[in-house]
């Protein structure tokens, strides 16, 4: 195995950042913890391929590190904002792979991401996990609350849903069940770690409302930010009154975001097809201030489908919005 700390994007085990691959069993508090949920049998109507998006954003995300590596002082400039980020001589990023899937009974498959997730969590961890397709973020939340348990009484929690889609059907019709990529949202609503005066949405935009949903919205006073919001009063007014919402009385905050919230023009790889998103700009800027609430305690991003994006830009997307959530877990800011 090489050692060198400069290696090609295409050497070596693909773990996420080429951070260390450890065992959940030395998971240490205060680490930021990768893990994958490669499946995409949570979808129903749309184009599936989801199961590839871990692979796909671990490799893609080798590039920017080897790209730090080699840099002068391991820093890299932003030349627009001519901000300096040093990569950390310890980030404390370490990747235990991917939890046990069963791709046949997404039953089993749930019950091993939610003891997983709560094993990061209770060991101190921040969890980070790359999907797959929607559905993930319930198991990921059942766990994140099953870890906060065991760290807290009672905890009190918000969740944040970056996405086109509500994802906040009860069920979806005779052949989709209760759980599936169009329901995390109502099975998350329903645990009783979290209300609904904390929950919001951010980035919805287009037909994608069901009318008894959009009611149920009106009736409960659901938060939600659509993509056009974002795009009239900017990335850092929505996230803020977002994160008012969510956070208000909370103990930890959880944060998904699904890649199919940029428009498909820029965000080619993912399942369920919209054009009128936000702009990959406007992405990278939700990400940027998201990254600056501490009270964020665990994510997940998903619905990269790398059979639908052969240039694997939607990948490298996914990873840059990670980079940018996580760039105080990764990098110091620095003078030149």
Known sequence: MGTHPIQPSYVGIPSFFQAP????????EG???VAGVPIDQGIIVVKPGARFGPRAIR??????RAMFAAATDHTTVDVDTHVALR??????I???GDF??????????????????AGIVKRGGFPVVLGGDHYIAYPCFEGFVKGMLERKSNPRLGY?????HPDFRDEYGPIGGKYNHATAARRISENAAVSYKNMAWVGLNGFVMDAGIYRMFATHRLKMLSARTIRERGAKEVVREAMETVASDADAVYVTIDIDVVTNSEARGTGATVFQGIQAEEFLQLMEVLGTYDIIKSIDLCEVSPPLDPSGATADLAVAGLMTILERRLFDRVTL
């Open 21 to 28: 691959v450890i065992e959940p069993g030395r998971i240490q």
């Open 31 to 33: 680490m930021t913890v």
């Open 59 to 64: 490799e893609a995300s080798s590039i920017p």
């Open 87 to 92: 990569l950390r001589d310890d980030p404390k």
């Open 94 to 96: 370490v990747d235990i």
């Open 100 to 117: 046990d899937i069963d791709p046949t009974d997404i039953m089993k498959t749930t019950r091993a991401v939610v003891d997983g997730v």
């Open 160 to 164: 944040l849903h970056v996405d086109t």
